[in-house]
């Protein structure tokens, strides 16, 4: 079941399933009780939103082994967690805004995200899923010379605009094979499959509840495979006119364009 976020012709925000063309409106929680209304609206006539207002937002660094060694890190030995702000999230085809005040090293990480549908604390790893509502595409955008130069990554990764989230949240995939792939100006970047990460979807989830509750609409972000634009020779970094889109077959296509930021 494919669960969308939209905003109608008339202004109006709701929720439905993706049935092909169609939008079929559902009432109540999307994150507990829920219910079709019977209403069926062309999918063409309204504008997706990030499909999920998160709670929180905790990511993960070089879950990839490749991504790891072409930054020259060792593999984490355990779960490296950081945190974006829930103000950076932006909808499918809204514009990542490259910030004036850190122009030159803007980077993308096409991410599966994982997205909790109750609150989950002490989970096992054999019960971990049972707490996911459904999966969707992201992007964790990166200014990288802030993120060397702040001894942290939040600020680097909690610009405006740099968490788009979407089209929609997956309900039935398998988070342990999923293929993912990023293309800048549709050129591959990025392209490799979930079963390559590190600390799977399963750990990732207990791990976390072991020390905090997650609550329902936390978005976690799953780590990045190799290609980013850093590891590019020369670097490819991101600039106005560009597009990235992230692609994960069995969950859909997130694509942005990248604008800068005007003047003050």
Same mark, same amino acid.
């Given at each position: 079941m494919k669960l969308a976020r939209f905003r109608a012709a008339d202004g109006?925000?709701?929720?439905?399933?993706?049935?092909?063309?169609?939008l079929c409106e559902i009432a109540? *929680?999307?994150?507990? *009780?829920?219910?079709?209304?019977?209403? +069926?609206?062309?999918?063409? $006539?309204?504008r997706l939103l990030a499909p999920i207002v998160p709670s929180n937002i905790l990511c &993960?660094?070089?879950?990839?082994?490749?991504?790891?060694?072409?930054?020259?890190? *060792? #593999? =984490?030995?355990?779960p490296l967690m950081f945190m974006k702000a829930t103000s950076c999230v932006i909808a499918p085809g809204?514009?990542? #805004?490259? =910030?004036?005040?850190a122009p030159a090293q803007v980077d993308y990480e096409a991410e599966l995200a994982v997205v909790i549908g109750k609150p989950a604390r002490h989970v096992s790893e054999a019960d971990a899923l049972d707490f996911v509502l459904g999966y969707t595409c992201a992007n964790d955008v990166s200014a990288r010379d802030c993120q060397a130069s702040d001894g942290q990554?939040? +600020?680097?990764?909690? &610009?405006?605009?740099?968490?788009?989230?979407?089209?929609?949240i997956e309900t039935d995939a398998d988070p342990a094979n999923l293929h993912v792939q990023g293309r800048l100006n549709d050129k591959v970047m990025q392209d490799a499959n979930t079963s390559l990460?590190?600390? $799977?979807?399963?750990?990732?989830? $207990?791990?976390?509840?072991?020390?905090m509750t997650l609550l329902p609409g936390t978005v976690l972000l799953t780590g990045t495979p190799a290609g980013c634009a850093f590891a590019q020779t =020369? =670097?490819?970094?991101?600039?106005p006119g560009?597009?990235?889109?992230?692609?994960? *077959?069995?969950?859909?296509?997130? +694509?942005?364009?990248?604008?800068?930021?005007?003047?003050?």
């Open positions: 109006v925000i709701g929720h439905g399933v993706v049935r092909e063309s169609e109540g *929680d999307v994150l507990g *009780d829920r219910r079709e209304t019977g209403r +069926r609206i062309p999918l063409r $006539s309204v &993960f660094g070089k879950n990839y082994r490749a991504h790891a060694e072409e930054g020259g890190s *060792d #593999v =984490p030995k355990a809204e514009p990542i #805004v490259i =910030p004036r005040v990554w939040s +600020r680097a990764k909690s &610009f405006d605009t740099f968490c788009p989230l979407g089209p929609w990460m590190i600390f $799977s979807v399963r750990h990732l989830v $207990s791990y976390l509840s072991r020390g =020369p =670097p490819a970094w991101l600039t560009d597009v990235y889109e992230v692609r994960i *077959d069995g969950v859909g296509t997130l +694509r942005n364009p990248l604008i800068q930021e005007a003047a003050s």
